[in-house]
């Protein structure tokens, strides 16, 4: 509980106890150091090309510090339960970081900063193995990591490129030996 | 003693019950339809080899040639969620609508839960409640992994559940998933029949009576409530619906479940009950080839807000 992110000494504090919902915009922010409403969809937009009006249904929340949570309703701020919604990015740190969950739930929606992995590398990526990927010229960071599965490309998880390598950042309860569904193309390909 | 055995003169057929009863169940996947459909499931389990049978009565539901779904691409996309058939009943039954305001009483680990907020197209406030941390852990571990935004999860004692944090004041529906002595589990969890007493009946019974008191009192008038148990004893079934309708205002529903049932029992052990528990629905496990389920649904009295029975007009 020691964390001061900055501001006067009567700011009020983030409160890792219990759920506040974000401010709308930075001029309604009260809590030093918390992302706003506006701040979030901007990131969900230029990061990822998931537009803005995705989220219309969901109101946002903190608790802990920097963890946000998207829920498709509203309740009361500030609110003291176990879980409001789903936790979707983390903020209050250079780099934001979008949850695996988050990627598989809006992760379709994405236009850019998207990586298509072979059948070998989505294996691979899903197993939390790191891999060189130097094919990849676009931006550095965290990738929406995806590939094809019955017919449409489908998000795994977060991927984080830097130096040439996709380091898979799929936490370890997510990880999983799956199977290679290169053989399977081959299989399918060979009994038509 | 078997507890199998006292629940014999309540079943047509006993030898194939109690067959039923020994053998193990399949492992069923229940398709996820906020990440997931039901075909492309079927797409993806045939492209990587997973062998299934899709049941007739349910699109969404898969039963596995193998073992667990864990390392299938569908489950690993969050698509499916293994969750035992019959166990599917008492969302179905409760059928809320996108948009509500729904309380889950007993949720953790939230197979039904997610099932629910799969139902309302994650859209609205369902609030998914339990006492226990360590569950509660499963519950929203798994809410994540399906992809579920429209859950608050709550640990409160289900019995005195207050709603004052919300900002609303009742429920359109609630499901009471209580917890129970789960004889209808034996066939995934032989040890419920050992540590079967009949004390323990008697003690939850009082448990449940006050969970489903709670939920129709927290439940606004013409609102909906389902209670469910993976329970054959009478006690824990007919008799705490029994005593709920007549100290709360509330009525049984008919309901017709899309798998085959028998009706509530309206006497057991020298007792009997409101004639109305035959609406609610026994499910064996020779029936269907499934778990052991009960499930009623309750109507809420009292005036019912406007266009609460508009579907009637309509």
């Not at chain 2, 699109?59 to 969620?81: E, I, N, Q």
Request: charged share 25%; net charge negative.
């Amino acid at each position: 509980m020691s964390q001061r992110p900055g501001g006067s000494d009567d700011a009020p504090e983030n409160d890792g106890g219990r759920f506040d919902r974000l401010p709308a915009t930075a001029a309604d922010r009260r809590v030093p150091g918390r992302a706003t409403r506006a701040e979030v969809l901007d990131w969900w937009d230029e990061r990822f090309g998931v537009p803005p009006e995705t989220f219309d249904g969901h109101t946002f929340w903190e608790k802990g510090s920097g963890k946000l949570w998207a829920f498709a309703d509203d309740v009361p701020s500030p609110i003291d339960v176990e879980g409001v919604g789903m936790t979707f990015l983390r903020t209050r740190q250079e780099h934001w970081k979008p949850t695996t969950t988050a990627v598989k739930r809006w992760g379709r929606l994405a236009t850019r900063n998207v990586v298509t992995l072979s059948p070998g590398e989505a294996s691979a990526f899903a197993a939390g193995h790191d891999q060189a990927l130097p094919r990849w010229d676009g931006d550095w960071g965290y990738l929406v990591a995806a590939h094809e599965l019955a017919g449409d490309p489908e998000p795994i998880g977060v991927g984080l490129y830097v130096h040439g390598e996709l380091r898979s950042v799929v936490p370890k309860g997510y990880q999983e030996e799956l199977p290679d569904l290169s053989a399977a193309d081959a299989g399918a390909a060979r009994s038509e | 003693m078997n507890p199998l055995d006292r629940y014999a003169p309540l079943v047509d057929d006993e030898a194939a019950f109690r067959a039923a009863c020994e053998r193990p169940l399949p492992s069923v996947v229940r398709v996820n339809t906020i990440l997931g459909d039901a075909d492309r499931v079927a797409a993806a389990f045939d492209a990587e080899g997973t062998g299934y049978e899709r049941a007739d009565w349910h699109d969404g539901v898969f039963r596995l040639s193998g073992g667990s779904p864990g390392t299938t691409w569908p489950y690993a996309h969050g698509w499916v969620h293994g969750q035992e058939e019959v166990s599917a009943l008492p969302a179905l039954a409760l059928d809320p609508d996108p948009g509500e305001r729904v309380l889950d009483a007993c949720a953790a680990p939230g197979s039904k839960t997610t099932q629910l907020a799969a139902l309302m197209d994650d859209r609205g406030t369902l609030v998914g409640n339990d006492t226990n941390l360590g569950r509660i852990s499963a519950l929203r571990h798994n809410a994540e992994r399906l992809g579920v935004t429209d859950l608050v999860v709550d640990q409160q004692n289900a019995r005195n559940y207050s709603l004052k944090h919300l900002g609303f004041d009742a429920f359109d529906r609630v499901l009471v998933d209580a917890p129970c002595s789960c004889e209808g589990t034996v066939r995934k969890n032989p040890d419920a029949l050992e540590t079967w007493t009949l004390d323990h009946v008697h003690e939850i019974a009082g448990v449940q009576k006050g969970l489903l008191r709670r939920a129709v009192q927290a439940t606004r008038p013409g609102g909906t409530v389902v209670y469910s148990t993976c329970t054959f004893a009478p006690e824990e079934n007919e008799a705490v619906l029994d005593h709920v309708l007549r100290e709360e205002d509330c009525r049984v529903e008919p309901w017709d479940p899309p798998l085959d049932a028998r009706p509530g029992v309206t006497g057991w052990d020298g007792e009997t009950y409101d004639p109305d528990v035959e609406r609610a629905s026994r499910v064996y496990p020779h029936l269907n080839d499934t778990g052991g389920f009960f499930v009623a649904k309750l109507r809420v009295g009292g005036d019912a807000a406007d266009g609460a029975d508009a579907e009637v007009a309509a």
